[in-house]
């Protein structure tokens, strides 16, 4: 089971596992697709690279408009797994939520997709590590899992299943305001599990993996289809 497990984690290389660390710059390579000073749309000046992974980069921006700090997500135009329009379409849905990331705007042009949200803080993989001890306290794990509980419920009501939770896609805000609230991210991986009258639509045959291989369910490993639970 063990080699099995082994062999499944190096043929799909953490799907979906991105790490953003939004205090620490990330070397910029010219292979990137976007650079410091480029301005997307005419609106939004990239400051520096925050992350990147198998499905593409996410940078720290200025909106030259409102002059907030803002994300900027971006694809290859010509990558073959395209996931920013589940994930601008999700996060339309979810609007409006409490531990949700406000949306400012999506595009797309011949080399790139893109779509522009609020910027939040450390994710809590990150806030996990700076700690002490390398773990949170009891009272802060529990208010945390609380308010994960709270977001996981609010992106099924709405129809969708996440299909990638884990530490490093829930982050806290990073204004005073909001810097004890916990955000859920990228939303790429997502999947529809109602019909455009609200009824579970009927389970799949087959299901191939989603998700990261440190903390997909057993279900998941299996190639089966992932419920709510």
């Not at 984690?9 to 953490?14: L, S, T, Y």
């Not at 001890?133 to 509980?149: C, D, E, N, V, Y």
């Amino acid at each position: 089971m063990m080699v099995r497990l082994r062999r499944q984690e190096v043929e799909i290389q953490n799907v979906g596992d991105e790490s953003t660390d939004q205090n620490n710059n990330i070397t910029m390579t010219s292979e990137d697709l976007l650079q410091p000073g480029h301005v997307v749309k005419e609106r939004w000046k990239v400051v520096r690279k925050i992350g990147g992974g198998g499905f593409g980069e996410i940078y720290e921006g200025l909106d030259l408009v409102t002059k907030e700090q803002v994300a900027l997500k971006v694809e290859s135009a010509r990558q073959p797994k395209q996931v920013l329009k589940m994930e601008v379409a999700v996060l339309k849905k979810l609007q409006g939520k409490e531990h949700v990331c406000r949306f400012i705007g999506c595009g797309r042009n011949d080399r790139f997709n893109y779509v522009v949200m609020q910027l939040q803080g450390k994710n809590l993989a990150e806030l996990r590590r700076s700690q002490p001890r390398g773990a949170f306290s009891l009272s802060t794990t529990l208010r945390l899992g609380l308010q994960i509980l709270k977001a996981i419920d609010s992106i099924h009501q709405v129809g969708f299943l996440h299909r990638d939770i884990k530490p490093s896609n829930f982050s806290v805000g990073r204004l005073p305001h909001n810097c004890r609230r916990v955000y859920m991210l990228d939303f790429g991986l997502a999947r529809q599990y109602t019909t455009a009258t609200g009824e579970v639509r009927a389970p799949r045959a087959a299901a191939g993996f989603r998700g990261t291989v440190r903390y997909a369910s057993i279900n998941a490993h299996k190639n089966k289809l992932v419920p709510r639970q």
